[in-house]
């Protein structure tokens, strides 16, 4: 449905607000209005913060996640365990492992998996930059996080090989049945795997 | 919960982006994260749509609605009807209206409503730019849609007194039990002023 009647910078802005996930013409004008409530300090601030990311905000070029300066924060971390590199298919996959606390090596971010379907092959992703880490040697695993579905498997496998006789232990995190899930409601693979893995108890 | 290891720039902006209606941590988190996936341009084109809102979108100098230039979208049609004006709080409940597709005439809106709670008295809203609207003459009926709440219903109840021997019939919506809600769980004062407001059928 067209917005009744807003002038044509609103309706710029909400058609741009609407490419953001989850949001609809709705959310969009709502958080249009609430900006535009709150006077022309709320856009003018909101524009900066857009410019300062958009300026200073570039790949981490070890570990290509969101760095601001050279490193990226946990690639700065002397803390951190550099013998270990988990790799993610994006910035908030790496995010979430991240609020999870438990993990505390370093990173690799791909930027996507291989995907037949939209014709991504290898050499889209950043494979060959992640070799060339593991070869300058101090690696001893890499944890592949990659999707638990198709691409997210290829790319993990593509990697397995691509790491074959370098010396390092490539793993993968284990699948099974999800915290919280009754069985009855289950898809087939899941329970499969999950089946497959079992453990004495 | 703090945002892991983020760039300071993106720690900024998903704090702002936290002042919107309904956005939490994690969801300014997705938003920005998204636009840094979709790359530098979406980032930069965005900051020019900010920009623009900000410089060019300014209050109606007449209904104080949302315009572009010199009269909003409305005050400049001329098919719109100039002898009514629907009084409401906000551009987002102009906008409800609108989006309903049935009032044809013009808007005033007031920026607020009176509230004693909140320090908010009748010169803080543009209840004078309404009289002279009024007294500038050709205005039949002027409809007060302001909330349903008890600052809605002072607000209104002063614009009627504030309108008293200009000549102008000053009207409200009807309250009453709203489409598709089951008597059962309706509050009282909903119920009262349903039965009091009863109509043959």
Redesign the interface.
């Known amino acids: ?1 067209p ?8 309706v ?2 909400v058609a ?1 607000l609407k ?4 949001v609809g013409e709705k ?1 969009a ?9 709150r006077g ?1 300090e ?6 900066d ?6 300026e ?2 570039r790949p981490c070029p070890r570990c290509y ?5 050279d490193l ?3 690639c700065s ?1 002397s803390s951190r365990d550099a013998s270990t590199i988990c790799v993610v298919e ?3 996959d790496l ?1 979430a492992i ?2 999870m606390g438990e993990y505390h090596g370093l990173y690799h971010v791909l930027g996507g998996a291989i995907s037949a379907v939209r014709g991504i092959g290898p050499d889209r992703l950043r494979i060959r930059e992640l070799l060339d880490r593991v070869e300058a040697g101090n690696v001893n695993e890499v944890i592949v996080v990659t999707g638990a579905d198709t691409e997210g498997e290829t790319t993990a496998l593509y990697i397995r090989k691509a790491l074959e006789g370098k010396g390092v232990r490539v793993t993968r995190p284990a699948t099974g049945i999800p915290m919280g899930s009754s069985i009855e409601f289950l898809d087939g693979i899941t329970l499969m795997r999950a089946m497959r893995g079992r453990r004495d108890i």
Chains 1, 2 share one sequence.
Do not use: N, Q
Request: with cysteine; hydrophobic share 45%.
């Open positions: 449905m917005l009744p009647k807003l002038p044509p910078a609103v710029a802005l741009e490419k953001w996930p989850g959310t004008t709502r958080y249009v209005l609430h900006l535009l409530g022309p709320a856009l003018s601030g909101l524009k913060l857009f410019s300062k990311v958009a200073r905000v996640f969101l760095a601001e300066g990226c924060e946990i971390d994006s910035a908030p995010v991240e609020k």
